[in-house]
């Protein structure tokens, strides 16, 4: 388990400044409900005949005057898409970054196998992504008692559930991607989670636009859709995480015999 420690070490300011950046702007957000409470009723009619727009957040299908409304849009749109650029970021690099930083020599000369760095690198981002929503998910909790509302159990787990499988998703792919590069590129990480995102969205707009749905992840997390049906679609998380198996075990066979330098 050293390089799982090594990795975790090394990522760990990143780790700390996402998981305080989502915790802190989302617990704003909660706090500011009781505030916005009685407001909310008129901005949902207005949200409401805001034609695409509205319908590509979802914000067409929830009541902004209850939590689980507000929380839906407001909340899950920063724990989503914040999420998803942290483990975006966290893990496109992490196979690539040894010949980046020129210590592909370094690590391959210890009797370690390349499954086994795979392994532990993956593992290093599994831990990442588990803390990073456990965290997240008592702050939510906390902060929802603390304003003295009732907290709904149900929807907030299927919410953060889906959130956590969405990270799963992104992750897994790009960490298969990590494995294919020579040198490690952030921007490619968080170009995959932006553009998943706007794929939702225009699934939201355009109905002929649907089948995007089974290929993002945030098709799955969309907060309306879990509020309304009150459970996940099976179906699209199914693909999510096929296609994240997939990304990984493409990651093994090609790192195992990459020509590293």
């Known amino acids: 388990m050293i390089i799982v420690k090594h990795e975790l070490r090394q990522g760990k300011t990143a780790f700390f400044i996402w998981t305080l950046s989502i915790g802190f702007l989302m ?3 909660i706090f500011l409900f009781p505030e916005m409470k009685g407001e909310m009723d008129g901005i949902s009619d207005m949200f409401s005949s805001m034609g695409s727009f509205t319908a590509a957040f979802g914000m067409d299908r929830l ?15 920063i724990v989503g898409l914040g999420g998803a650029f942290f483990v975006s970021f966290c893990a496109v690099s992490i196979l690539s970054k040894e010949e980046k930083d020129r210590t592909a020599e370094f690590l391959l000369t210890h009797p370690v196998s390349r499954k086994r760095i795979v392994t532990e690198k993956l593992l290093a981002v599994l831990i990442q992504i588990t803390v990073l929503n456990l965290i997240v998910y008592a702050l939510s909790v906390g902060c929802i008692a603390a304003i003295g509302e009732e907290i709904p159990w149900k929807e907030l787990n299927l919410m953060h559930l889906a959130y956590y499988l969405l990270q799963l998703e992104l992750g897994g792919i790009c960490f298969g991607i ?3 590069m020579r040198k490690g590129s952030v921007g490619i990480g968080l ?4 553009g998943m995102y706007f794929l939702n969205l225009i699934a ?7 089948f995007l749905k089974y290929i993002t992840p945030f098709g799955y997390a969309e907060g309306a859709d879990i509020v309304t049906n009150e459970s996940l679609d ?3 998380v199914a693909i999510g995480m096929a296609i994240a198996a997939v990304s990984i075990v493409m990651a093994y066979l090609e790192y195992c015999k990459k020509d590293i330098h």
Do not use: P, R, W
């Open 27 to 29: 617990a704003v957000c």
């Open 191 to 194: 170009g995959i989670a932006a």
């Open 178 to 180: 990590s494995a294919f």
């Open 234 to 236: 099976g179906c699209m």
């Open 63 to 77: 009541n902004f005057g209850t939590l689980i409304g507000f929380y839906g849009v407001e909340c899950g749109n």
């Open 204 to 210: 939201n707009i355009a109905e002929v636009a649907d």
